[in-house]
């Protein structure tokens, strides 16, 4: 080798090494991070430069201490239920609770339940934005000036410069990344709607909208004020306290408290109260035999937005008409001529038969988080992405929440019915996330008929392989799980016709949605029961 081309091999190499190095510089990037945002206090809230939290580096502006007469969530572990919108520096929403922010942000939908957050708050973090975290389990301390300027604030009752969180409690908190974590992203629900890059720190308000030490009771007491309201019929409880030796023994040697005989007066069928317990042994499961499709159900703080379709709180009532009047022209005789289950004469479906079931599901304050039935996606999504399919169930195989498992089998073919049940039954303590998942595709097909055959092959595989598994084992896998009350939409199928044989190369876009559903959250199922095949 020439000393020229050696010379220049060396420095190429020395060149590569310093690049190298150059990459991963040993720098402490939050040091700086925490520098801007002191600085960015200094310039735009230079009152807050001495509510600097040492636990966690953050700032905190307190617009309201909170109600004296509830306890501080920090005293106990207990459930929060807490409002709450993320910005970063510039303004610019990064998350939110808040529908009328969504909308500004544009990621409002339809499927999302805009309601505050339900998150376990104990002595150790598990679920919470640490910064939400910190702020609600320490102590916060504010500066003399701070407190001087603020305390004869009405709207902020401070009352000390020293405060804990408390219901009725709303502040401003300044965090940086490092209580954040890796960033803010998401592909749905809620967490669909935001991206703050890593290392960026973000103005997070929060208001504590409640606190719970006891979840299970609390919501217990929901299901049980839902069914006994007048309204909605009154409550007709069953109970049979087994004794120790029917706890060891099987479930069919003792008396249940429940009628076999429909003809009994205090059968379900029969009784003044429209709502009575599913089994007598099962708390804050009720089912309602008798119920009508064209009965509305009533909802003591109907759940609305301010946009479609829950403007207000008279819109769960128009929607609820416009879908009895749906119910009505799809299924004919079927919600006209359907004299209640007495009239009904048919088997009961029983473990071992098949049901096929449409069917709408509702939180307790009206919100429709899911449904098989097209004409009701229109009214509350207004759209109908995916054609509903008729979901089969067969209650010995499982497949659903075990809610299903105890009702089902009870009715009959032919019936309507509706139950409410807690979420011990339903998605118990970790609730289910929201999602939303967009996926493209493209396909060359022989003609638009076979696409239409396409399409709706697609639509009965995934509404029928997409259950299972969701306990998992946390309830011993006792009847699987739900069935993922996904919703397709955004061009899969549209446009296909019956007599082109045009070949055609077409690109698919399907977006999928599911509705986030809180831990501890007692649900509402209104349904329809196909009549018996003949076999």
Not at 298 to 308: L, R, T, V
Not at 339 to 345: C, P, T
Not at 349 to 359: E, N, P
Not at 481 to 496: L, Q, R
């Amino acid at each position: 080798m020439k000393l020229l081309d050696l010379k220049a091999g060396l420095a190429f190499l020395l060149l590569v090494a310093a690049a190298s190095c150059a990459k991963e510089p040993d720098v402490d990037t939050s040091k700086y991070e925490t520098l801007a945002l002191k600085a960015w206090i200094h310039q735009h809230r230079p009152d807050l430069e001495g509510n600097y939290q040492e636990q966690g580096g953050y700032y905190v502006d307190v617009l309201d201490a909170g109600d004296p007469q509830y306890g501080p969530v920090n005293d106990t572990v207990c459930w929060v239920r807490f409002d709450y919108s993320g910005r970063d520096l510039s303004g610019n929403i990064v998350m939110t609770r808040n529908a009328a922010e969504a909308v500004l942000e544009g990621t409002f939908t339809r499927y999302t339940h805009y309601v505050p957050f339900y998150r376990y708050c104990g002595e150790e973090n598990s679920s919470l934005l640490e910064g939400t975290w910190l702020a609600m389990r320490n102590k916060l301390t504010l500066s003399e000036a701070y407190y001087a300027k603020y305390k004869d604030d009405p709207d902020r009752r401070l009352s000390s410069r020293e405060l804990v969180l408390r219901r009725g409690s709303k502040v401003v908190l300044y965090l940086p990344s490092t209580v954040i974590g890796s960033g803010v992203s998401g592909t749905g629900g809620y967490e669909g709607q935001f991206s703050l890059d890593e290392g960026r720190p973000m103005i997070v308000t929060m208001a504590v909208c409640d606190t719970v030490k006891n979840p299970l009771e609390a919501e217990g007491r929901a299901v049980d004020a839902f069914c006994e309201a007048p309204a909605n019929g009154g409550l007709r409880l069953y109970q049979h306290e087994k004794s120790d030796e029917e706890e060891s023994s099987s479930s069919e040697d003792y008396v249940s408290s429940i009628p076999s005989d429909s003809e009994a007066a205090d059968h379900p069928y029969n009784i003044p109260e429209e709502w009575s317990s599913a089994s007598d042994t099962i708390p804050q499961l009720y089912v309602n035999y008798r119920y009508r499709p064209d009965r509305p159900l009533h909802f003591d703080a109907p759940y609305s937005s301010g946009f479609e379709p829950y403007v207000d709180a008279a819109s769960m009532s128009d929607i609820d008409r416009r879908i009895a009047e749906a119910l009505k022209e799809r299924f004919g005789e079927a919600v006209t001529a359907y004299e209640g289950v007495k009239a009904l004469d048919a088997d009961s479906v029983k473990q071992t038969g098949t049901a096929k079931i449409w069917y709408i599901g509702r939180f307790l304050d009206g919100f429709i988080f899911d449904t098989n039935i097209d004409e009701v996606k229109q009214i509350v999504y207004g759209e109908v992405g995916s054609a509903g399919s008729v979901l089969s169930y067969k209650p010995e195989d499982g497949g659903l929440i075990q809610a299903f498992n105890y009702i089902v089998p009870n009715l009959k073919f032919g019936q309507w019915a509706a139950f409410v049940t807690s979420s011990t039954h339903a998605y118990g303590v970790s609730g289910q996330s929201g999602s939303t998942s967009t996926t493209s595709s493209s396909n060359t097909s022989m003609a638009d008929y076979y696409n239409y055959l396409n399409y709706l092959n697609y639509a009965n595989s995934y509404y029928g392989s997409s259950y299972g598994g969701y306990y998992g084992g946390y309830y011993g896998s006792y009847m699987g799980g739900y069935y993922n009350p996904y919703y397709g939409y955004g061009g899969y199928g549209y446009g296909y016709g019956y007599g082109s044989s045009t070949d055609s190369s077409t690109t698919t876009t399907t977006t999928t949605v599911s509705t986030e559903i809180p831990a501890f959250t007692p649900l509402i199922f209104q349904f329809y029961i196909e009549p018996k095949e003949e076999e």
